[in-house]
């Protein structure tokens, strides 16, 4: 073998090795890409959950809910029941 042709084998050889390096270091950059998308999937998942929850929580118990009139209600109804009680143990007396 001449030198030109060592030279060629070890070049050839060289090239072997940096693109089997090459290939393995794109292999793990693909695969830290996944990893963080999946986190970042999870992550978005979990404060699309927490925004809905906030967002019904807020419908449900807000001042402006259902809840939160139907509570004002009981509590003027509570007291009107209240007063007629009053008014009927007084009106026993008369």
């Not at 950059?29 to 998308?37: K, N, S």
């Not at 003027?76 to 009927?88: D, K, T, Y």
Request: with cysteine; aromatic share 6%.
């Amino acid at each position: 073998m001449t030198s030109r042709e060592e030279r060629l084998a070890a070049l050839v050889a060289r090239g072997q090795e940096e693109r089997g390096a090459l290939a393995a270091a794109t292999l793990d950059i693909c695969d830290e890409i996944e990893r963080r998308r999946a986190h970042w999937k999870l992550a978005s998942m979990l404060a699309t959950g927490a925004a809905a929850a906030g967002t019904i929580a807020y419908k449900l118990f807000g001042s402006a809910s259902l809840a939160a009139r139907l509570g004002r209600s009981a509590s003027v109804l509570s007291l009107v029941i209240g007063l007629l009680r009053a008014f009927q143990k007084v009106r026993r007396f008369f």
